[in-house]
C-alpha cells in the first residue's frame, strides 16, 4: 500500500481553506483541486509499503512524536510551486514553526532508520491545494498569478497527533484515509 505521514486539519479549517480559494476554481484554470475533506499538511511520503510493515512504521512515528507536545500551527496565505506565474501545485501555507519543523526533522530521521530515505530537498510546509494538470500549456494558466495575488485566508491549528495516511490512486485522482492516529505527548 502506498502510505505517507501527515498533520491533518480540523474539518473547520478545511473548509475556510476551500472556501477562500473559490474565486480561483472559479476561473477554470486546468487545475487537479484536491477535495475538502482531503486537505492535509504531508510531513513524509513513504511510497509503496508491504502492509506487514504497518506496525513498524507507527512504531517509528511513535519514537519521532516523543516528548512532542501539542503545538499551535498558525497557517496563512496562498502560494504556488515553483512560482506563481509557472505554477505545478497551489498552496496555503506554513512555513517558519519550529515545532513543526522538529516534528518534521524526528519524523524523517525515524523513517530513515527504517529505510525510507531523506528527502534530498528541504521541507517546505505547505497545505496542497490543487495540481495543475499534466502537460498543460503555459498559456492556459495566463492571469493565475494576478488572480492568486488577493486571496486571503489564515487560520491557527492545534496540532495533536500526526497520521499515518494511506493513498490510493483513482482515476479521478487520490483517495487518502486514516490508518493509524498518533497523538502527541500531552
Ligand atoms: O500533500 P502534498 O501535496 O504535500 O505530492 C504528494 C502529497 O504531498 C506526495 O505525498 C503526498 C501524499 O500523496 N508525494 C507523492 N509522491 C511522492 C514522491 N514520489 C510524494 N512526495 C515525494 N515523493
Not at 52 to 63: A, F, K, L, S, T
Not at 151 to 163: G, K, P
Request: net charge positive; aromatic share 8%; with cysteine.
Amino acid at each position: 500500500m502506498r502510505l505517507f505521514i501527515a498533520v491533518n486539519l480540523p474539518q473547520q479549517v478545511r473548509r475556510g481553506m476551500w472556501e477562500a480559494a473559490e474565486s480561483l476554481r472559479a476561473r477554470s484554470y486546468p487545475i487537479r483541486w484536491v477535495p475538502p475533506d482531503s486537505l492535509h499538511l504531508t510531513l513524509k511520503f513513504l511510497g509503496e509499503v508491504a502492509a506487514e510493515r504497518e506496525e513498524e512504521i507507527v512504531g517509528g512515528i511513535r519514537r519521532a512524536v516523543k516528548g512532542t507536545k501539542p503545538f499551535t500551527l498558525p497557517i496563512a496565505g496562498f502560494g504556488a510551486f515553483p512560482s506563481p506565474v509557472r505554477p505545478r501545485v497551489v498552496w496555503v501555507g506554513c512555513e517558519g514553526v519550529p515545532s513543526l519543523e522538529l516534528l518534521q526533522h524526528r519524523v524523517e530521521q525515524e523513517m530513515d532508520r527504517l529505510g525510507f530515505p531523506v528527502e534530498g530537498r528541504p521541507f517546505h510546509p505547505h497545505l496542497t491545494l490543487g495540481r495543475v494538470k499534466r502537460g498543460v500549456k503555459q498559456r492556459t494558466l495566463a492571469g493565475f498569478a494576478a488572480d492568486l495575488g488577493p486571496l486571503e485566508y489564515a487560520a491557527e491549528v492545534l496540532v495533536e497527533s500526526v497520521d499515518l495516511m494511506q493513498s490510493e490512486l483513482m482515476r479521478d485522482g487520490a483517495r487518502y484515509t486514516r490508518r493509524r492516529k498518533v497523538e502527541l505527548e500531552a
